[in-house]
């Protein structure tokens, strides 16, 4: 998302308000966001136990005021992605999205975020991470977002960064996984990382949705234009 100018505290103060609330719902897990390295856009998401618990907390009256109001007033942009674990014995069909999460000891400084950034940059073009899309037809500089230092609640640690891709299929994915340059991200902190498969929504299920049903997003330019 990008916020829009002006009511930056108001978002923020109904972020609080609303985090006991979406706490309590069935299947919660997690809301994350932080500043993404190198890019206009601000890192924010959600996690539930499954893709029905997402689309529960989507339909709450409770949560339609606030979605109501970030188009109206808090941001300039948005775009969603929907992602679940595979099931057992899944085959991986891509795109696929993989979430490292890296532990730190300490924040990033500045200047080493950019040549972390840089560093990645180059590896995973070479290894074939695809271009990573925001908006339709909009993209990254990189095919990748560095995000963090992260907020979240529950809090899993201190300091915590997330390195989010997307990969055509398993065996490209597999490589990265496998490569030197990733193995060097330990250099940065303890490292995990998860692979997820794409949710799609059905033509018409939400508004905004691209035609393959893969992603939804807005702009106040757009609209204006």
């Known amino acids: 998302m990008t916020l829009a100018s002006g009511p930056e505290d108001e978002f923020w103060k109904a972020q609080e308000r609303m985090g006991p609330i979406v706490a309590a719902q069935?299947?919660?897990r997690a809301v994350i966001g932080g500043p993404i390295a190198n890019s206009r856009w601000m890192y924010f998401c959600g996690k539930f136990a499954t893709p029905a618990d997402m689309d529960a907390w989507y339909d709450s009256r409770q949560h339609k005021?606030?979605?109501?109001?970030?188009?109206?007033?808090?941001?300039?942009?948005?775009?969603?992605?929907?992602?679940?674990?595979?099931?057992?014995?899944?085959?991986?069909?891509?795109?696929?999205?993989n979430e490292t999460a890296i532990v730190a000891s300490e924040?990033?400084?500045?200047?080493?975020?950019?040549?972390?950034?840089?560093?990645?940059?180059?590896?995973?073009t070479r290894h074939g991470a695809l271009p990573f899309e925001t908006l339709a037809?909009?993209?990254?500089?990189?095919?990748?977002?560095?995000?963090?230092?992260?907020?979240?609640?529950?809090?899993?640690?201190?300091?915590?960064?997330?390195?989010?891709?997307?990969?055509?299929?398993?065996?490209?994915?597999e490589k990265w996984l496998?490569?030197?340059?990733?193995?060097?991200?330990?250099?940065?902190?303890?490292?995990?990382?998860?692979?997820?498969?794409?949710?799609?929504?059905?033509?018409?299920?939400?508004?905004?949705?691209?035609?393959?049903?893969?992603?939804?997003g807005w702009s106040r330019d757009a609209v204006a234009g």
Not at 65 to 83: G, L, Q
Not at 112 to 123: F, K, P, S
Not at 138 to 145: G, K, R
Not at 185 to 203: F, K, P, R, Y
């Open 178 to 216: 496998s490569s030197p340059e990733f193995a060097s991200l330990s250099e940065i902190g303890d490292v995990t990382s998860e692979t997820l498969v794409q949710v799609l929504h059905a033509e018409g299920e939400r508004e905004g949705l691209k035609s393959d049903g893969s992603q939804r």
């Open 65 to 97: 005021p606030v979605m109501d109001r970030a188009h109206t007033t808090w941001f300039d942009a948005f775009y969603i992605r929907k992602w679940r674990a595979p099931e057992a014995g899944e085959a991986l069909a891509g795109p696929l999205f």
């Open 26 to 28: 069935p299947g919660f």
């Open 137 to 173: 037809d909009e993209y990254e500089q990189q095919p990748f977002q560095f995000v963090g230092p992260l907020e979240e609640f529950p809090v899993v640690a201190p300091v915590r960064y997330l390195l989010v891709s997307h990969w055509a299929d398993a065996a490209a994915l």
């Open 107 to 124: 924040a990033v400084p500045p200047a080493r975020a950019t040549e972390i950034v840089d560093g990645l940059r180059e590896a995973m």
